[in-house]
Nanobody
């Protein structure tokens, strides 16, 4: 099993930036696709970004929710078992608890949280207007 711990959340003004980190342990993430999801109060958990193995593991591909495309960047440091979410030009509607998630590589590309069995505890991001 892989354990995930997020950090880096906080309070920021609109237009500001934050970088979330996700530290993985228990397994190397080299064989895992990694994703970020978020959940705002009273709303369902939604997909934010993912970074997945492709080309038989030769490279990684990233994909994003339309709402964050061009503002957020997901990256991974496989050697150190870390995943990051760089968030720029933050908006009040980005306010949510952000979760790191993992699943074994090899599946179809997905934005569904149901496809990710491993989750961190979440980190709060609050963007003030």
């Amino acid at each position: 099993q892989v354990q995930l711990v997020e950090s880096g959340g906080g309070l920021v003004q609109a237009g500001g930036s934050l970088r979330l980190s996700c530290a993985a342990s228990g397994r190397t993430i080299s064989n895992y696709d990694m994703g970020w999801f978020r959940q705002a109060p009273g709303k369902e958990r939604e997909f934010v970004a993912a970074i997945s193995r492709s080309g038989g593991g030769a490279y990684y591909v990233t994909y994003y929710a339309d709402s964050v495309k061009g503002r957020f960047t997901i990256s991974r440091d496989t050697a150190n078992n870390m995943v990051y979410l760089q968030m720029n030009s933050l908006k009040p509607e980005d306010t949510a608890v952000y979760y790191c998630a993992a699943r074994r590589s090899g599946g179809m590309r997905t934005t569904s949280s149901d496809e990710y069995p491993y989750w961190g505890q979440g980190t709060q991001v609050t963007v003030s207007s």
